[in-house]
């Protein structure tokens, strides 16, 4: 039973990452400010203890007797492919040393920490001295995997295996080439009215609203929850446990509800895999030592993307739902009509929020990250030059002149947990999204569905063909099995440009 025994050290592992997931979404959510400290110490004792179980012996040892029980095995037996997947991941993670992954894991909480309150007090210089100490270590986690040709390559491939800088860079141009003539001619269009958007919208009924949906969607319940937090997120404990947050103001109604369906997305696709993933290597990152059933930060981002945009900025979606959002907003929605709403949700308004962009600017805010990201990993750009380079790169990818670090360099998570590599997987999210979207409305009955408000057709064939999968399937398998071809960001220009038309017309 050498394989059983592999499936249960893994099994293991996997219920150590889910309880330091778990603490992570405290530390987020729940956590009081004085908790911090201890809270960094926790989680770097387990992601040490989930770090040398990895590596082990015991893994070892279990993984060589289940080869030998398998060496009669078909090459197709989905065993193989667990053994080969964890190998590969054990690999990557046997290269860095310990010593850095436990401090770093005690770095992002208090670096965490440490963010919030910089942000909320428009303050770097109290953030920098984190940040810089969480950049070296980045720099030393590549320089131990190793492998690419920029320094930036092995920490995008963390999140998306097989990317590197060059390909990234093709893709980018490609983009830009084709969304900055589109961005001009919405821009240059008559605007939207807004205004309706910007009244006083009680949080409460926001929720309501937002979550009345995305249950329709498919977002369940009864194995998730809503909580709010100061940047958005989704994070799993298994299938059975998938927990979403947003960020709501009571000015601005899609912020909060936008950022509550594209969460939601995320959230299906973890509480879509297969029971039989559970707590094992397809649901289980050994290199980040993260629990997540998403085969990659990409595709994951093509799920929470296709939801919030691809369905709920749609025109049709609109019509059929502005009666429910109307009657959550009656007074602040008095003489107002659905292509109103549809309009204004789309409207082209370069801006400094990520997470609140249009489709159009959204990965011109992408490319800005990723540029500053590899001249932070190369050496070329310095953690003090930051707000600098920031607010030039904002001036020329969007003509905005940043006002100050909150909106500016201070407005994303992601560094203070070291999750440098993993911006672009939203462009490829975006892309991946559209390539999905386009195959899955050659189903008749998801484009009657989407037509008449029914998503289940849509959830039902995302769970066949992408969630049940879980991490047995990569990126680049799940696109050649559902779209016979690989990555293809036409089918997302495609997209863009038939909305821009159509907003335009």
């Known amino acids: 039973m050498s394989y059983a025994r592999f499936q249960t050290e893994i099994a293991r592992i996997n219920d150590i990452i ?17 908790g911090v400290d201890a809270r960094g110490h926790q989680v770097a004792t387990l992601t040490a203890l989930a770090r040398d ?77 984190l940040l810089d100490r969480m950049m070296a270590m980045q720099r030393e986690v590549s320089a131990a995997i190793g492998g690419g040709a920029h320094p930036y390559d092995p920490m995008v491939g963390q999140f998306e295996p097989g990317m590197t800088l060059a390909e990234l860079r093709g893709l980018y141009d490609r983009l830009k080439t084709a969304l900055v003539p589109l961005i001009q001619r919405a821009t240059a269009a008559p605007q939207p009215r807004v205004d309706f958007l910007t009244q006083d919208f009680a949080i409460a009924q926001q929720k309501a609203f937002g ?17 709010d937090t100061v940047h958005p997120f989704e994070i799993s404990f ?18 909060g509800i936008f950022a509550l369906w594209h969460e939601a997305g995320h959230g299906m696709y973890e509480q879509g895999v297969d029971p039989v993933h559970t707590r094992t290597i397809f649901t289980t990152d050994l290199v980040n030592l993260y629990g997540v059933a998403g085969a990659s930060f990409g ?11 691809r369905v709920g900025r749609s ?10 959002f109307r009657d959550h907003f009656p007074d602040q929605l008095r003489g ?64 905005l002149e940043v006002p100050n670090d909150t909106l500016g360099v201070l407005q994303d998570v992601h560094w203070s947990h070291g999750y440098v590599g993993s911006f672009p997987t939203y462009t490829l999210g975006n892309i991946m999204s559209s390539q999905l979207f386009a195959r899955a409305q050659q189903v008749p009955g998801i484009v009657a569905g989407l037509q008449a408000g029914d998503y289940g057709p849509l959830h039902g064939w995302l769970t066949e063909n992408v969630y049940r999968h879980g991490r047995s399937s990569s990126p680049q398998e799940t696109l050649q099995r559902v779209t016979s071809g690989g990555l293809d960001p036409a089918p997302y220009i495609a997209d863009l440009t038939a909305k821009v038309l159509a907003l335009t017309a």
């Not at 969607?217 to 909580?227: E, I, K």
């Not at 805010?365 to 904002?394: C, F, T, Y």
């Open 18 to 34: 889910c309880a330091i997931n778990l603490l992570a979404w405290d530390s987020r959510t729940m956590m009081p400010p004085g």
């Open 53 to 129: 179980m990895a590596t082990g012996d015991s893994l070892r040892r279990a993984m060589d007797g289940a080869r030998e029980e398998l060496a009669q095995a078909p090459k197709g037996d989905i065993r193989l492919r667990a053994l080969a997947q964890a190998e590969a991941e054990i690999g990557i993670l046997s290269r860095i040393p310990a010593r850095i992954i436990e401090d770093m894991a005690g770095l992002k909480t208090r670096a965490h920490s440490a963010w919030v309150a910089a942000r909320a007090a428009n303050d770097f210089a109290g953030f920098a001295p």
């Open 211 to 227: 979550l009345k949906i995305a249950q329709r969607m498919g977002y369940d319940l009864q194995r998730g929850r809503l909580d």
């Open 238 to 255: 298994t299938r059975d446990d998938v927990r979403i947050t947003s960020r709501f103001r009571e000015a601005w109604a899609p912020g």
């Open 299 to 309: 595709m994951h981002e093509s799920q929470s993307r296709m939801w919030e945009n």
């Open 315 to 324: 025109q049709r979606f609109w019509e059929l739902h502005f009666g429910e």
């Open 336 to 399: 107002v009509e659905a292509t109103d709403v549809w309009r204004a949700v789309n409207r082209v308004n370069p801006g400094f929020i990520r997470v609140e962009a249009d489709e159009l600017t959204y990965d011109m805010h992408i490319i800005l990250r990723s540029e500053i990201e590899a001249a932070l990993m190369a050496g070329d750009l310095a953690v003090a030059d930051l707000p600098a380079a920031w607010a030039e790169k904002m001036r020329d990818y969007l003509g």
